[in-house]
């Protein structure tokens, strides 16, 4: 048909009019959609590569998440065997006084029996302390306690977090220690002398774990935000300009409804040439 012919049969501007409101308003339901998710890019139909990518990183995120909380458990792990051995090394002090006091010559027998009596309390306190210091299962202090392997990384990579049995051997040659006379009592001064090296040993190997565990909880920490601030780059929606693109369709698309208007309307008009 020449342009600008009239026509009942083809409206020419009506198909112009509603080619562009369709136009306008696929363009105007990404936005929307962009505008309600806060992201630019919702799905391998946005951006196939992008999303590709932006789907590894949440991978990772949650990876890294469960990376955390073993680190977290084996936080707990040491942070319980520490608060037991700190309050073993401060009884051990009681326990030296106690034997120091049954290495007294004055001393009568009841006073060596009342001092053994003390004697077998605290180091019995002491085993107590041990068998307290459980977390989640896992008793670093205790017999036979072994290093647990804890995953450090989300490439399977492992720090170890070192079991300290030698507490429970401490306490064990202790209680088989007496004071009952002074004549016994320098062995038991010796034998608490070699508990408390013991124990100071433990002390620091599970404070350079606990700090090993934090550093690299700290570091898990970083990456995970990296992590995220790379994905929000790739992914996240400009609100600001998408809210502007969002209002200009909207203009956009009442304008095209006015003009697929306006085309409908040359039907009435050409309508009245034959009244």
């Known amino acids: 048909m020449p342009a600008g012919q009239n026509s009942l049969n083809t409206n020419v501007g009506a198909f112009v009019a509603l080619s562009n409101l369709n136009a306008v308003n ?19 139909v946005d951006n196939a590569s ?20 073993g680190i977290a458990n084996a936080k707990g792990a040491t942070g ?7 309050a073993i090394s401060d009884l051990l002090g009681d326990i030296q006084a106690k034997i120091t006091e049954g290495m007294n010559p004055g001393n009568t027998t009841q ?56 507490a429970t051997a401490a306490a064990t ?30 002390l620091g190997n599970l404070g350079a774990d606990t ?7 700290e570091f898990l920490t970083k990456l995970t935000d990296a992590q995220e601030v790379g994905l929000g780059s790739i992914v996240d929606a400009d609100m600001a300009k998408e809210s502007a693109k969002l209002q200009a369709l ?20 050409l309508l009245s040439l034959f009244q």
């Open 173 to 202: 040659v202790l209680a088989g220690q007496a004071i009952t006379s002074t004549s016994v009592a320098p062995v038991a001064l010796t034998r608490i002398n070699e508990a408390r090296a013991t124990i100071a040993t433990v």
């Open 50 to 69: 992008s999303f590709a990518i932006a789907q590894g990183i949440r991978a990772d995120v949650k990876a890294y998440g469960a990376v955390s909380q």
């Open 250 to 269: 909207q203009v956009q698309q009442q304008l095209s409804l006015q003009t697929l208007n306006i085309a409908n309307q040359r039907l009435t008009v």
């Open 80 to 86: 319980i065997a520490l608060a037991g051995v700190n």
């Open 111 to 166: 006073q060596q029996a009342i001092l053994q009596a003390d004697f077998n309390n605290l180091v019995t306190q002491i085993n107590q302390f041990i068998s307290s210091a459980s977390y989640n299962g896992r008793n670093l202090l205790s017999s036979g306690s072994t290093n647990a392997n804890v995953l450090s990384n989300i490439d399977g990579t492992t720090i170890a977090v070192r079991g300290n049995s030698q």
């Open 26 to 44: 696929t363009r105007l339901d990404r936005v929307q959609d962009r505008v309600s998710a806060g992201l630019k890019v919702i799905g391998a």
């Open 211 to 217: 700090r090993m565990i934090t550093f690299q909880d």
